[in-house]
């Protein structure tokens, strides 16, 4: 974990240069990115050409975004649970010999629509493994404070490459035919595999067991589903993807069948998008800055339902391009502002498996869009599905005025590391369980309501980081007593649940204290639980105050 650095280097949208592992991963991944744009152009393309419906072509841009829909969970819970280092190496090592196949299988004519599918299915599932380690370690690169700089940087880089790349695919596409597309990407690879190979973090080391894969995606889930901001970041990510994807999925057939164009044509189209991102990169930390997350996302919608809207009615591809500039833009708005409200509203020890989720949300969207919006083109025509998409864009929006996303904070999510393991009357191993926690505080009449509120923000943590059965209770001959009551399953899980604890939850911890009007800090007891038949429970020894 790198520490952070002074508040004047914030302004700055260029400083996570200055970091050396984030400048040398940000360029290979600009050169594998790069390759990885001009496949989707020989991808889609070739698919125009093999396939039997509008239906197929749509499924080119689903089959990249399913994998990380159905694999994204998974690969969270391992980039949490492995060395993220060499899980991007695994997953880089595993789409260039993907990629080397795919290559084989088209220059020697064996493809299909059904074959060229199941390969950018694999070369995605790679991506899905890749993503949240490659995410997450964005946090392993930079200080905390340069977070949405680099993420910003990072939708820069892929976007550079996608205002020239897809156009340089087109050409190649044209002029070497869909083989030579999928060489170039093959041989982008390389480079990143090799600055990963390179890059040796220094990372603190847990001295608690790795949790099961079963147990690290359940402890994900439960954190993102006690966490209501990340909540709303989940619907909007999933409403944009739907309704977005769209433009993206049917840009072949309006090349092709709208504008009347070839590769080319649908490569400077895709190229205009790239430009827009650029552009919107360029100009996301000043906005984040100027205005309101809710403002920019709304932007966002309503500027991308203008580029679908332009897409439909527009007959030139010069007009279409010019709204895909906008489009672009948008696209970078939403899903970089979504990224980074994410990420900074996570703590390092989950952080993979809540990206993970935003992935599954966010391209799960795409995926359904894609599907959707491709039967509707098949039924009635590109430009009806892209109308159709447009008016869902403006509905996507206006979900805000339900669920409107948290203004930008900064919270200090590093772990707290005050819980030390208290001293035992028995001889616990780390699967004896299961242990029940009782606190007890001495509250006046008139802090009451004050501790009641507060409470229910420390049980929302409590069960959000691992406890079960919390609960809170008052005594009824001492009304000024009361309990906190909660259950975790083991012993290792109950050091697990406390070690989780970070200087943001501890703000909540400091006020209940300062309510709790006893002599003596509040009274903790430590218990596991035995089965009447083989004797009454077992108490614990009291011990140091929790988080």
């Given at each position: 974990?790198?520490?952070?650095?002074?508040?004047?280097?914030?302004?700055?949208?260029?400083?996570?240069?200055?970091?050396?592992?984030?400048?040398?991963?940000?360029?290979?991944?600009?050169?594998?990115?790069?390759?990885?744009?001009?496949?989707?152009?020989?991808?889609?393309?070739?698919?125009?050409?093999?396939a039997t419906s509008s239906y197929q072509v749509a499924l080119v841009q689903a089959s990249t975004t399913l994998p990380i829909m159905l694999f994204a969970l998974v690969a969270g819970a391992i980039a949490d649970s492995f060395n993220r280092r060499k899980v991007m190496l695994v997953a880089q090592t595993f789409m260039l010999?993907?990629?080397?196949?795919?290559?084989?299988?088209?220059?020697l004519g064996l493809m299909t629509p059904w074959t060229l599918l199941a390969f950018t299915f694999l070369i995605d599932s790679?991506?899905?493994?890749?993503?949240?380690?490659?995410?997450?370690?964005?946090?392993?690169?930079?200080?905390?404070?340069?977070?949405?700089?680099?993420?910003?940087?990072?939708?820069?880089?892929?976007?550079?490459?996608?205002?020239?790349?897809?156009?340089?695919?087109?050409?190649?596409?044209?002029?070497?035919?869909?083989a030579a597309a999928f060489a170039?990407?093959?041989?982008?690879?390389?480079?990143?595999?090799?600055?990963?190979?390179?890059?040796?973090?220094?990372?603190?080391?847990?001295?608690?067991?790795?949790?099961?894969?079963?147990?690290?995606?359940?402890?994900?889930?439960?954190?993102?589903?006690m966490s209501p901001n990340i909540?709303?970041?989940?619907?909007?990510?999933?409403?944009?993807?739907?309704?977005?994807?769209?433009?993206?999925?049917?840009?072949?057939?309006?090349?092709?069948?709208?504008?009347?164009?070839?590769?080319?044509?649908?490569?400077?189209?895709?190229?205009?998008?790239?430009?827009?991102?650029?552009?919107?990169?360029?100009?996301?930390?000043?906005?984040?800055?100027?205005?309101?997350?809710?403002?920019?996302?709304?932007?966002?919608?309503?500027?991308?339902?203008?580029?679908?809207?332009?897409?439909?009615?527009?007959?030139?591809?010069?007009?279409?391009s010019l709204g895909l500039l906008v489009g672009g833009a948008c696209w970078v708005l939403a899903l970089s502002h979504f990224n980074v409200t994410v990420q900074m509203s996570?703590?390092?020890?989950?952080?993979?498996?809540?990206?993970?989720?935003?992935?599954?949300?966010?391209?799960?969207?795409?995926?359904?869009?894609?599907?959707?919006?491709?039967?509707?083109?098949?039924?009635?025509?590109?430009?009806?599905?892209?109308?159709?998409?447009?008016?869902?864009?403006?509905?996507g929006g206006a979900i805000g005025l339900l669920l409107p996303l948290p203004q930008h904070a900064v919270l200090n999510l590093d772990p707290l590391n005050r819980f030390k393991e208290p001293h035992l009357g028995l001889d616990l191993k780390p699967r004896s369980g299961p242990i029940a926690i009782m606190i007890e505080y001495i509250i006046r009449e008139e802090d009451v309501a004050e501790f009641l509120a507060t409470m229910a923000e420390r049980g929302r943590i409590r069960r959000r980081d691992g406890a079960r059965n919390w609960t809170l209770a008052r005594d009824l001959e001492n009304p000024s007593v009361w309990i906190e009551h909660y259950h975790t399953p083991t012993w290792l899980e109950y050091i697990r649940h406390n070690k989780r604890a970070t200087h943001a939850d501890a703000v909540v911890g400091e006020r209940i204290r300062a309510l709790h009007s006893g002599d003596e800090p509040p009274r903790v007891r430590r218990m596991i639980e035995r089965p009447t038949t083989a004797g009454t429970a077992l108490v614990m020894p009291k011990g140091p105050i929790e988080h």
């Open positions: 974990m790198i520490d952070d650095e002074p508040d004047s280097e914030r302004v700055s949208a260029l400083a996570p240069f200055r970091h050396g592992i984030f400048r040398a991963v940000w360029s290979a991944s600009l050169v594998s990115n790069f390759g990885g744009l001009i496949q989707g152009v020989g991808a889609a393309w070739m698919m125009t050409t093999i010999v993907v990629s080397v196949l795919l290559t084989v299988f088209t220059y790679g991506t899905a493994l890749n993503n949240p380690s490659w995410q997450a370690s964005v946090g392993d690169m930079v200080p905390r404070n340069k977070l949405p700089a680099a993420v910003a940087l990072n939708s820069l880089g892929f976007n550079l490459t996608r205002s020239v790349g897809p156009a340089i695919g087109g050409i190649i596409v044209a002029a070497a035919g869909a170039a990407n093959a041989l982008s690879y390389v480079g990143l595999i090799v600055v990963l190979a390179r890059w040796k973090p220094e990372l603190p080391v847990s001295t608690l067991p790795r949790e099961s894969l079963g147990a690290a995606m359940g402890a994900g889930l439960r954190y993102v589903a909540g709303k970041v989940l619907v909007r990510g999933s409403a944009f993807g739907f309704s977005a994807g769209a433009v993206l999925a049917l840009l072949p057939l309006v090349a092709r069948d709208v504008v009347k164009g070839d590769a080319l044509t649908y490569g400077i189209m895709l190229g205009a998008f790239g430009i827009g991102a650029v552009g919107g990169a360029l100009i996301s930390v000043r906005l984040r800055q100027l205005l309101s997350s809710e403002t920019m996302v709304r932007m966002a919608f309503a500027g991308f339902a203008l580029c679908a809207f332009n897409a439909a009615i527009s007959d030139h591809a010069w007009q279409t996570t703590p390092r020890w989950v952080v993979g498996r809540v990206l993970s989720v935003y992935q599954t949300a966010t391209f799960g969207g795409i995926a359904l869009g894609s599907w959707i919006w491709g039967v509707v083109a098949d039924t009635h025509g590109a430009e009806t599905a892209l109308i159709a998409a447009s008016v869902a864009m403006l509905a």
